[in-house]
């Protein structure tokens, strides 16, 4: 197979980003990648020592003195997760909300957005399946315009259709996934957020699958709302995730059910809604999570987005080619594509099937089905995809081994079919 980018601590800052990962410190940093080969980052990412214990140590001071009281003591620190949340995407810190999900995000958000009847949203095949569901709900219940953004023969959103479709009809909301569940796809998300701008739209952008994947700013985006996720590529302990608002819509999004943790109950009949982005928060979190998402943050800062960027993107380019030339497989995505999210299928072998083989060698992945992506894997009749992502634990012995078990499966298949 191609080489996979190597790890080298002491290689000079002057050298590619893609030098400057040091995995073999990364793996002396994470328990689980000395137990399995972990390729399941898109799903829940392996978390570092550090990140485990920061968790274990709050819920041994809420053990010790009360909960609301250890959250009283560690306030500072959870004050620095917003900054350090707003500093990893380029955005300030009033304009952060710390949540439980992704989904949440989308959800609290959208819904503040008050779609009515003959309300257009735009959304991009990438949608994840369960913002989707949410979208659907809307246009059947409510009447609101629901299109389905096309694509290119890159499966991205086509930006000449886009522009089309946005002149023709009032201004839209559109909702993007950067890389969606079902692929490595990467959209094209600050071309379409021109786009949205110079058409008077709403860009919502769902950045779960590349927040801690790839180098993300809002402002180069040019969204008004961006959601993600803790557990994936930031390695954050599951529960927790984060939205960024923008300052200028805040005034605009008022939530549909305001908690007391950012609402104020003025009088008999009346009250008042943060000014900043809290104000989709509610009271109840675990405080222990978001300690863990502060050092996770930190930890993705540290090593550099841009570096993190390129070399897993290397890694998944290399992992697609070593792939691709394994007879009975196919890769489902263009194999250059520059993410770390990798999908194939064996020929005979069902996706599920291939995830229990390769578990069965300690390697750990999953499948994911057309009914998580009608809108993608659905529309190209692929029932199921087997679905490898790649994080800077990984290293070559991890890919070849990945690549050796998914060799072997396609090797057995075509003796049994023969
Ligand atoms: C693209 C995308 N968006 C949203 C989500 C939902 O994230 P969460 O489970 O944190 O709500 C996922 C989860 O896999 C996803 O892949």
Known sequence: MNSIPTADSSSPASEAPSRRIDVAGERAQTTGSRNTRHFNAAGSALPSIDVV???????????SMGGYEAAA???????????????????????????????????VILDALRPREGARVIASRSTYVSHALHLMTLAREENVRLEIASVGADRRVDLEALERTLADGPPAIVTV???????????????????????????VLDATQSVGHLDTDVAEIGC??????????????????????????????????????????T???????????????????????RLGLGVAIDQAL?????????????????????????????????????????????????AGEVVSELAARRVRLVSVPATHGQWDLGDRGIQAVVRASIHVYNDENDMAALVECVTDIARARRAGAA
Do not use: C, N
């Not at 214990?53 to 053990?63: F, G, I, K, N, W």
């Not at 996934?177 to 071309?191: K, M, N």
């Not at 009088?267 to 999570?289: K, L, N, P, Y």
């Open 267 to 289: 009088a008999e009949g009346d009250w008042q809604v943060d000014g900043s982005a809290r104000r989709f928060e509610t009271w109840e979190a675990a405080i222990a999570g």
């Open 224 to 265: 008004d709302v961006l959601v993600t996720t803790g557990r994936k590529f930031l390695r954050a302990p599951r529960g927790t995730g984060f939205a960024y608002i923008a300052s200028d819509v805040l005034d605009r999004l008022l939530p549909t059910a305001p908690d007391v943790r950012a609402s104020q109950w």
């Open 53 to 63: 214990a920061t968790v274990v140590e709050h819920l041994r001071r809420e053990e």
């Open 302 to 350: 540290g090593r550099g987005m841009p570096a993190t960027e390129e070399w897993l993107s290397a890694a998944g380019r290399s992992l697609r080619a070593a792939l691709d030339e394994v007879d009975g497989v196919t890769v489902t995505e263009p194999v250059d594509t520059a993410s770390a999210i990798v999908t194939f299928v064996v020929d005979g072998v069902e």
């Open 73 to 107: 003591e560690v306030r500072p620190r959870i004050e620095a997760v917003y900054d350090a949340a707003a500093r990893l995407i380029g955005a300030e810190s009033r304009e952060i909300a710390l949540l439980d999900s992704a989904s949440t995000g989308l959800r």
């Open 177 to 203: 996934a950067h890389l969606p569940t079902s692929s490595g796809l990467v959209e094209p998300v600050a071309e379409i957020g021109a786009l949205v701008r110079a058409h008077g739209g709403f860009y």
